[in-house]
């Protein structure tokens, strides 16, 4: 992740796992640097599921501004090409007030493609992959991994049998183009935001940040997370759509439809959560570009200094 600091307008992004306190941290910067806050969580730009997705609560949305949060239905996509358009008008709005743009979340995909850019893979004709669906049924997964692999061998090595939904992807762009998605990722990255990252990351110790999400947890049930889950449900959404892949909401549908009980669906949700918050933890370590990494909220509000000084440095 290269990162050409020279006479660019400066954008801090702040990544951290699950639960670890990057809203509370975003929020103390925002008020301190003159910033506001964009939205870099994939779940949390969905409409009417607040508390499963520790959306920042009204109280926090009035304590500094935020961007790009609780605006999209949930069955509605959002591509990673249409997140950094978005971003980049955020970005371009924010800058041209003569403010401070915070990236804050926890999808690292998403600040990837901010900072790396993304492959220029045309967008998935959705009539074509309905007929490949068709064509290869799920009940026999080979046969379109063969399909995949006559058209595009690199991407079946990487693809497991029964990853059916990257491979009917994969076997659409071919059947679109005539051109292998690995062809596609191959070439040069586009898009990047042309910016000076100021990269800050939050990871508090495994211990704490488990205890952390138990936490959370417990607020979130307190606050009514069934409820909100059944609401979901009456208003016609299903676990199978885009905006509600999120932790907990597949186990909290079963639930509610009597195929689990209540502490089974709580013990799904954590366990998933604190494998989710451990991924996270791994991609800060070993793909995200960060310049300063704080244990807590306290240390990044004590280490403000430092920040300030990154937002003023010219050059590296």
Known sequence: MGNDRQ???KVITLFGPTASGKTALAILLAQKLNGVIVNADSRQFYKHMS???AMPSEEEFSAAPHMLFNMLDPAEKLSVTQYVS???DAVDNILSQGKLPIICGGTGFYLKALMDGISNIPSTDQTVLARLGMEFPASNPSNLWDAVNKVDAPSAARLNVNDRQRLLRALCVFDQTGTALS???????????????ISLALNPPRDVLRSRI???FDIMMKAGLVNEVEN???LGYTADDHGMQSVGVREFFSYIEGKLALDEAKNLMLNQTKQYAKRQSTWLRNQYPALLVFESCEEGIASLASIQKLL???TV
């Open 214 to 216: 138990d936490l959370r």
């Open 312 to 314: 003023t440095k010219s």
């Open 232 to 234: 979901l449900k009456e």
């Open 86 to 88: 978005m971003v980049r």
């Open 183 to 197: 062809v596609y990722q191959s070439r040069p990255l586009e898009g990047a935001l042309d910016v000076d990252f």
């Open 7 to 9: 006479g660019k307008n």
């Open 51 to 53: 508390i499963i997705v």
